[in-house]
């Protein structure tokens, strides 16, 4: 166990819905980083919060957004569903965004986009 | 940009046996960080062994150990005397001084008996 946790387990939506997806951090990390990995893949880095701001966007559209407060807490925002955003989200919490910092990774959300 | 290939999507080994992963990445930045995490069917991620790309020294730890060539941009993971807990998938990443990760596209290992 990494200490990171992640809700919900599993979510169905339809196209066109949106969604929220949560995470709880390791007590002390103020870093978050969320991931798309889609099935047979790797993961895919969608964006990192660091102490409540955006610190650095991988190539994801706007529709995907996130929030993260001051309690180790973090949320990801989809809107627009697409079939294609059916995949596994991941959320890794690491102390700061330094490179060489190891990233704990929680279980993940697995979203089906009907 | 960053990009990580892992060109075997499946290995098998026999237990007690060695094995190695093999990892490429490409890079225009001189200092950054190397991982090799393991995702079991549980599916959660977890660190096996990092390298510092200012280090020479090649990473060890316990039983698994890497084989870094900055040079090639090759980043390959030796296990030793494998078990069957090893079965999972291995994720090669790459770790820019912002900490933002670059996976590969990961390696299912299987451990026979």
């Known amino acids: 166990e990494t200490g990171v946790t992640q809700s919900p387990t599993h979510l169905i939506k339809t196209r066109g819905q949106q969604v929220t997806l949560r995470c709880s951090s390791q007590?002390?990390?103020?870093?978050v980083s969320w991931y798309q990995q889609a099935l047979g893949q790797g993961p895919q880095f969608i964006f990192q919060?660091?102490?409540?701001?955006?610190?650095g966007r991988g190539n994801f559209p706007p529709r995907f957004s996130g929030l993260q407060f001051p309690n180790y807490s973090s949320e990801l925002n989809v809107n627009a569903l697409e079939l294609d955003d059916s995949a596994l989200y991941l959320c890794a919490s690491s102390l700061a965004p330094i490179g060489g910092n190891e990233q704990f990774f929680g279980p993940g959300t697995r979203l089906t986009v009907l | 940009a960053q990009t990580v290939t892992q060109s075997q999507p499946e290995m098998s080994v026999q237990e007690a046996e060695t094995v190695t992963l093999s990892c490429t990445y490409d890079t225009s930045e001189s200092n950054y960080y190397l991982f090799w995490y393991k995702q079991p069917p549980s599916r959660q991620m977890i660190l096996v062994i990092r390298?510092?790309?200012?280090?020479?020294q090649n990473a060890t730890e316990n039983r698994f150990s890497v084989n870094f060539q900055k040079a090639a941009k090759s980043f390959s993971l030796k296990i030793s005397d494998s078990q069957l807990g090893d079965t999972a998938m291995y994720f090669c990443a790459f770790m820019n001084l912002d900490g933002q990760f670059y996976f590969g596209t990961g390696t299912s290992l299987t451990v026979i008996p």
């Open positions: 919060y660091y102490r409540e701001e955006e610190n």
């Open positions: 007590s002390g990390h103020n870093t």
């Open positions: 390298q510092e790309a200012y280090k020479q």
